[in-house]
């Protein structure tokens, strides 16, 4: 596998997890009895931010790895 098939393979990773945050809070939404904005909002503080992390340095790996030059 070569540097660009693992930078794509990283930022494929990177959009899954971005999409798995908003699904996450969605499911939370699911259960409540009213739907709005603040509510969605107050479900995705209960998401931790390891996620976000995760996506941002999988991002920044599929990044590295496509525009590398080493």
């Known amino acids: 596998m070569n540097k660009i098939n693992v930078g794509i393979s990283f930022l494929y990773m990177a959009t899954f997890l971005y999409g798995v945050r908003y699904i996450s809070g969605a ?3 699911i259960s409540s009895t ?37």
């Open 27 to 29: 499911m939370g939404v």
């Open 34 to 70: 009213e739907w709005s904005d603040e509510v969605f909002a107050e479900h995705m503080l209960f998401i931790p931010d390891g996620l976000m992390i995760a996506t941002v340095i999988t991002l920044i790996l599929g990044i590295v790895f496509l525009c590398g030059d080493w």
